[in-house]
């Protein structure tokens, strides 16, 4: 999760100056990078092939294959995974506008504006675990915000969210 402007900076209060004082954008992370990837099924690679000529080797030539297809599946499940760690999620608040955009990994997204005075904010929390779930409401609209992020880093950005949220109702800075 990388957060641009926790704290909330001086703003002048012009109407035409309504500039976001707060914005984050929030990423899924990937603990296999794509040297760790490429590491991986090289060696998962050469241990598959390696089992598999020793059965072909013995005369159970059918195995070799299924060798090769355990690489094909485990190759597939990798690329949908990083497939998916390319959704993101950006977070802009203004005196006057909340502004979210949520693009998916077809660079699909969705848009949503909420008013700061007239929006909500849940934060669900478990006592071990921390926030589990971060929600903005208003006009009759729920949005969810940083479900892919590990607790560590929703409870971070629920924090700065609650506060960056009472600053705009409070009027700014």
Request: aromatic share 14%; with cysteine; net charge positive.
């Amino acid at each position: 999760m990388s957060e641009n402007n926790l704290k909330p900076e001086k703003i002048d209060d012009s109407p035409q100056d309504d500039r976001p004082f707060f914005s984050a954008v929030l990423t899924p992370y990937r603990s296999l990078g794509s040297n760790g990837f490429l590491i991986l099924m090289a060696c998962f690679g050469v241990v598959s092939f390696i089992s598999g000529f020793l059965f072909w080797r013995i005369g159970a030539w059918p195995v070799f294959g299924f060798f090769g297809l355990d690489m094909a599946l485990m190759w597939f499940a990798f690329r949908m995974n990083y497939r998916s760690a390319r959704l993101f999620e950006e977070v802009a608040i203004s005196r006057h506008e909340i502004a979210i955009r949520k693009v998916g990994p077809g660079k699909k997204y969705h848009e949503y504006r909420f008013n700061p005075s007239w929006t909500r904010l849940t934060v669900e929390r478990i006592d071990d675990e921390g926030v589990v779930k971060i929600c903005l409401t208003g006009r009759g609209e729920t949005v969810d915000l940083g479900n892919f992020l590990n607790p560590v880093d929703r409870t971070s950005f629920a924090g700065a969210m609650a506060n960056a949220l009472a600053v705009a109702k409070a009027g700014g800075v």
